[in-house]
């Protein structure tokens, strides 16, 4: 049974369309997938109708008719948003490929069917945009400035379908140079104002007026996610105060924050003391998941473990997304490991390239016998460098040396919690430094009674696939493989730590 979308009268195309039903054997929906078949027809009625046509149709738009035709069923709203939502998911799940011209062009000409579709289509072409400065940016503040600036439109602004918003400050010549984002600011925040994630990208705070900060704080303090990435802060104080003041977001990422100078006082009292509630906020109430690297990530852990200590466990996160963590960074991650205690149950770590030399004492930091209820752990960035080659003129056996990555053992040696799932991201240079990494204490500690929960161990080989490095994989760690929870990926690993 096939299902074609028409018109009940040529020419009023702003009514909600008719459903008529087409029982031939031939006209099974085999392409349901294509924007061609006929479950999609162009309803603008400047087009030939689609055919087949039933001969109930043909009966009922004809003028010279004059017996009355019972008129066919009306499509429910669900299918309405059904139909819509089908076009606008694609293969991958990129937010930019709701932009792709096809995708576009079909979710328009839905947009053209009525009123109803119109409304549906916009919730799709409007969710997700993107704006970096240039003619599209400024195009999409003129668009926008017409429906604020009270001119009159036969439509309702598109503004309130916006969901997602990513803002990229334009680099500009010099550092004193005009900035698009400080001039669009204002009109942004006042007119996107059902936001539900933010992401902005080379913002510098101090380039920003007074207004455009206003705005930026104000018109966008109820979003639920907050990204920021690349962005400049002239103290460590004036990125918390701002990060403080959205106090709904549940999830927060920041991604290479630079700050000039840390000016976070030496007594740890200052982040709770009433005197300076104004100067310096709490950590968003809500916040569930918390992902950061490169951005003085010792200063905002310390800031959300002293609010947790003082009043009561504010902030609980859950997932906890940690990049390029290295010995200086360390101390502050396992101290709030240890402050999180049951409330985390998912953990991301990724390790800075020189854990390979300083790993022991990273890993001396992190205690995870404190959150025993963690269900996933992934550990990304383990890079296992080659073997230095050996000394031909030494007629001596060579001696044997050390197991590598020997402190990503120890580190998972201290899970108690009955995790669900593992992933590791390595990077050896060659299949003889994945041969040496320190496959057998590895095997030794997931083969321990906390370990047998698990139901799926992912280990990601980035390298080329030359045929061994997957077998060197499976056959060291046979045991996890003979219990099927064992899943190797050889090649480029496209998963992100910091993603939220």
Known sequence: MAITLITTVPGLHLQSPSLSIITSPTTLMHSWKSPQSPAFPDLSPILPLPSPVSSTFQHRVSTKSTSRVTPSPRIPPELFLDIVSFLAVTDTSTITDIHDQSNLAEICNCSLVSKFWLYAARD????????????????FIELLQHYTSGHESTLPSFAPHVKHLFIRESRGGLSWGPKW???????????????????????????????????????????RKLSLRVCEFRTTLDMIRVIGEFEDVEALALDRVHCEWDDIPADSEVFVSRADDRTIPKPPRRLR????RGAHTRHVLRWMRVAMKHDGGRVAVEVLRLGALGAKSAPAVGKFLKTLGTSLKELHLGFDAAFIDNGDEVVSHIDLSHNNVLREMHVYGLIIPSLPPSDLSNFQPPTRLPPQLMPLTALLDGVRAPLRALSLALY??????????DFEGLAHVLDGRPWTTLEDVLVVVANEDDGRMGGIVSQRLDRLLERGVLRVNVGFDDREVLFI
């Open 289 to 292: 998941e918390l992902a950061m």
């Open 124 to 139: 799709h072409l409007w969710r997700h945009v993107r704006l970096g400065g240039g003619r599209r940016g400024n195009t």
């Open 428 to 437: 050896p240079a060659d299949p003889h430094a994945l041969s040496s990494m």
């Open 181 to 223: 984002l400080n001039a669009v600011l204002p009109t942004l925040a006042g007119s996107l104002v059902n936001l539900h994630s933010l992401e902005a990208e080379r913002i510098t705070w101090e380039y920003l007026s007074s207004k455009s900060r206003d705005a930026f704080i104000k018109g966008f303090k109820g979003v």
